[in-house]
């Protein structure tokens, strides 16, 4: 029976991958939409991510990607808890903000502190509470891995779906509730 290789590092030496076509091929990879939250020194700060995704059930952990070269994550890294935002369809103005370099990405949005105090947005249609528990770099990515302490099922809207540089229109997306779904 084939057991898994250690973890013995990341692969080094020259690549013959194009950065531009990295970039247009793994565009056609659909992602969901997540907004990064967390009480800085400074205060509320937040970065969209396209990298959000579930990893583990016992212990329920989850893990998102930030180029290290990111601005917001020192500040993202202050905190020792985050808040993971999924924004719904009709929020793709949310994802920018979110995005852009921007002092005050808050500005004009609405949202809450949670319990631990970090930022929940009220238009999120999930929202995580997690605690840090662990930061690798992994090529120019820090991968960051969290516990979720709390999570809220805030409504059953379509996400929103990113897809080669533009969004995926999920207005007219059926609900198709599974046997989780508010709704079922
Ligand atoms: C749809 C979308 C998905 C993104 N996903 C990521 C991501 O997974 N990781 C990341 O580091 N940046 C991602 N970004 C870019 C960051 O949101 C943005 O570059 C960053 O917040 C820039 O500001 P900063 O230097 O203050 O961090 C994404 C942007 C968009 C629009």
Same mark, same amino acid.
């Given at each position: 029976?084939?057991?898994?290789?250690?973890?013995?590092?990341?692969?080094?030496?020259?690549?013959?991958?194009?950065?531009?076509?990295?970039?247009?091929?793994? &565009?056609?990879?659909?992602?969901?939409?997540?907004?990064?939250?967390?009480?800085?020194?400074? &205060?509320?700060?937040?970065?969209?991510?396209?990298?959000?995704?579930?990893?583990?059930?016992?212990?329920?952990?989850?893990?998102?990607?930030?180029?290290?070269?990111?601005?917001?994550?020192?500040?993202?890294?202050?905190?020792?808890?985050?808040?993971? +935002?999924?924004? &719904?369809? &009709?929020?793709?103005?949310?994802?920018?903000?979110?995005?852009?370099?921007?002092?005050?990405?808050?500005?004009?949005?609405?949202?809450?502190?949670?319990?631990?105090?970090?930022?929940?947005?009220?238009?999120?249609?999930?929202?995580?509470?997690?605690?840090?528990?662990?930061?690798?770099?992994?090529?120019?990515?820090?991968?960051?891995? @969290?516990?979720?302490?709390?999570?809220?099922?805030?409504?059953?809207?379509?996400?929103?779906?990113?897809?080669? @540089?533009?969004?995926?229109?999920?207005?007219?997306?059926?609900?198709?509730?599974?046997?989780? @779904?508010? +709704?079922?």
């Amino acid at each position: 029976m084939p057991t898994t290789p250690p973890l013995t590092g990341v692969p080094s030496g020259p690549t013959t991958i194009d950065a531009v076509d990295y970039r247009r091929v793994l &565009g056609h990879v659909p992602t969901s939409v997540a907004v990064v939250t967390a009480n800085a020194r400074s &205060g509320p700060v937040g970065m969209t991510v396209g990298s959000f995704t579930s990893v583990s059930l016992d212990p329920p952990l989850i893990a998102f990607f930030v180029d290290r070269s990111s601005r917001t994550w020192p500040r993202l890294y202050e905190a020792s808890y985050f808040g993971i +935002n999924i924004l &719904g369809h &009709g929020h793709s103005a949310l994802c920018q903000a979110f995005s852009r370099r921007s002092e005050d990405r808050f500005l004009d949005v609405d949202w809450n502190p949670s319990a631990r105090d970090v930022p929940l947005l009220d238009e999120a249609i999930v929202t995580l509470e997690c605690t840090r528990a662990k930061v690798d770099l992994i090529g120019d990515h820090y991968q960051v891995v @969290g516990r979720v302490e709390t999570m809220e099922l805030r409504a059953t809207d379509p996400p929103l779906i990113f897809l080669r @540089g533009g969004f995926v229109d999920m207005s007219s997306s059926d609900e198709a509730p599974g046997r989780d @779904g508010m +709704n079922a």
